[in-house]
């Protein structure tokens, strides 16, 4: 069986899996020359399919990573395109005045602070995304998916019924179990994040090559403020945390201690679930 891989979130890749191998695997950016590049990754799955040596229609079936593209970073592109100045106008336009002023707003509300402002946007999404958003009533998810399948469809010439989407919280917990050497029982499985398709934090027990999710909550905030802890430092988030990393060591025992009491002020282990202190589960 041949199976084309595809992530059109941020920094979005494709893969290709025959046999039980990974026959070749490439990032969008690489061809597109935009770091963190998103949206769906044409050009990655051309390259990946040529260096397989195998022809779109040998393909069996292709499979999105995420079962809800994130509307915003897959459509409008920030990670790559929007500057730290950018990332804060959001912040003050949209998340405070929706999580903090409690302002009944709309996922189609972020897009609308940004449509004429963000340049070198060319992705297959974003203007059939738009015109169908503003036009309908019907769930922007289910939007956005009829427009991933049929973009794939029409790429690869193959029939719509051989797209599937996976969760993305399932692929993290599959390539974390299945990559093993050795398949192993009774093994957990975390995954922390700054969101998925419905959870910022899972854990799972592996048993017999099955994996079987036993706790999920969708207000774990450790992902989420490592990205904006990015943010506040200058810099911007889903792509310079690696630059908050390099810090860390350069910190003492005296900042790292006062820091850890702040945070363990929002999540803390209570057996196998991560909670919030602040939000209600």
């Known amino acids: 069986m041949i199976i084309l891989g595809i992530s059109d979130s941020h920094e979005a ?15 969008e950016e690489r061809f597109s020359r935009i770091k963190t590049d998103s949206g769906y990754p ?16 040998d393909i069996d079936i292709v499979v999105f990573a995420g079962n809800k593209a994130g509307l915003f970073h897959t459509i409008m592109k920030p990670v790559a395109l ?15 005045p929706k999580l903090i002023d409690k302002k009944k707003l709309r996922s189609i509300d972020d897009f609308k602070l940004f449509e004429k402002g963000i340049k070198n946007i060319k992705d297959n999404y974003y203007y059939e995304f738009v015109k169908k958003a503003k036009t309908s009533k019907g769930d922007l998810y289910d939007i956005l998916n009829d427009i991933r399948i049929k973009t794939a469809s029409n790429h690869l010439g193959i029939p719509k019924d051989k797209i599937k989407f996976i969760r993305h919280e399932e692929c993290h917990q599959y390539y974390g179990y299945y ?14 994040e700054g969101g998925g398709d419905d ?5 799972s027990i592996a048993k017999n090559g099955l994996i079987k999710e036993v706790y999920k909550t969708n207000s774990s905030m450790l992902g989420r403020l490592y990205r904006y802890v990015t943010l506040l430092l200058g810099m911007k988030p889903c792509q310079h945390e690696y630059k908050v990393m390099g810090l860390a060591p350069y910190g ?5 201690q006062k820091s850890l009491e702040h945070f363990r002020k929002y999540d803390k282990v209570e057996k196998h679930k991560l909670v919030n202190q602040r939000f209600l589960n």
């Open 82 to 96: 929007f500057s730290v100045e950018d990332w804060i106008y959001q912040n003050e336009k949209y998340w405070k």
């Open 199 to 203: 959870s910022s934090a899972t854990v």
């Open 179 to 192: 990559t093993q050497v050795n398949f192993k029982d009774n093994v957990l499985i975390f995954t922390i």
């Open 252 to 256: 003492t025992k005296y900042h790292g």
């Open 42 to 57: 044409k050009k990655a799955i051309d390259k990946v399919i040529k260096n397989s040596g195998i022809k779109k229609k």
């Open 13 to 27: 890749h494709a893969c290709i899996y025959k046999s039980g191998k990974i026959m070749s695997a490439a990032a």
